[in-house]
């Protein structure tokens, strides 16, 4: 969760990318992906109009069974868009992760909107 965070904070869409499982899906209000060519295509489709983000979580939530958990998380993003626009969010995540090559990685993340300023 602090990798997801700190790639987010940096725009780093390659330690973005390397939170994820080989077969992710994320589902999201700027759109759903399935696949690592699609998460791409979302992560470049919307920093292509965010000029710095600030992106934080807090579990609240995980249950493991062997090398899968399924966990909940809030999330607290900040942005400042390119056009000038100022954008808060707050959201909920509920997530699907499993093991591979000792790391724990994002195989399924959904995200639903809280707040949005």
């Not at 791409?40 to 965010?50: H, N």
């Not at 900040?78 to 969010?89: A, E, L, M, Q």
Request: proline share 2%; charged share 30%.
């Amino acid at each position: 969760y602090g990798s997801y965070s700190g790639a987010g904070f940096a725009g780093d869409r390659e330690a973005w990318l390397a939170c994820w499982a080989d077969d992710p899906v994320w589902i999201t209000p700027a759109g759903e992906g399935e696949g690592v060519e699609a998460l791409k295509a979302i992560w470049d489709g919307l920093w292509s109009g965010i000029e710095v983000m600030a992106f934080s979580a807090e579990i609240t939530a995980i249950q493991v069974d062997w090398h899968r958990a399924t966990a909940r998380a809030y999330c607290r993003e900040v942005s400042n868009w390119k056009d000038g626009r100022k954008v808060k969010i707050i959201g909920r995540y509920d997530d699907k992760l499993v093991k591979q090559g000792g790391e724990w990685r994002f195989q399924r993340r959904q995200f639903t909107m809280h707040i949005e300023e």
